[in-house]
């Protein structure tokens, strides 16, 4: 059975709501920024697969599906995805990959959560090719 990707964003969810009940409360938020960005990322990888997107698996596929967004079939609920997509990227290297994150770890995986959810929610309400 293949793995549902959208569940790290559930995941992702329980985290920034209850964050002291894993702990620490800084490492559970910086969890739900990534979760949350893997989920919508997974998500759209998906679906540019099923369009014909062969995916490399490496770190390369974080641009090239934003890419695929914006070239493939353009359209402005297709480059949202891009840019939201592009948006939660910058969040989760704040969250693995910086001491200091500039911004709040609780705004950041609230927003990160949120776009998360709009991400998915625009790639699922995408027509059927």
Known sequence: MSFDWTQFLDFAKALEACPDSPGP??????????????????????????????????????????EHFEKHRPNRVRARIATELGR?????????YRARMGHRPDALATD????????ITLVGGLPTA
């Open 25 to 66: 409360w800084e490492a559970a938020l910086r969890s739900a920024v990534s979760r949350a960005y893997y989920a919508a990322f997974h998500h759209a990888l998906a679906r540019a697969s099923n369009e014909g997107y062969v995916a490399k698996g490496t770190g390369e596929d974080h641009f090239s599906v934003r």
């Open 88 to 96: 939660l990227y910058d969040h989760r290297i704040r969250a693995d």
């Open 112 to 119: 990160s959560v949120l776009l998360a959810d709009l991400v």
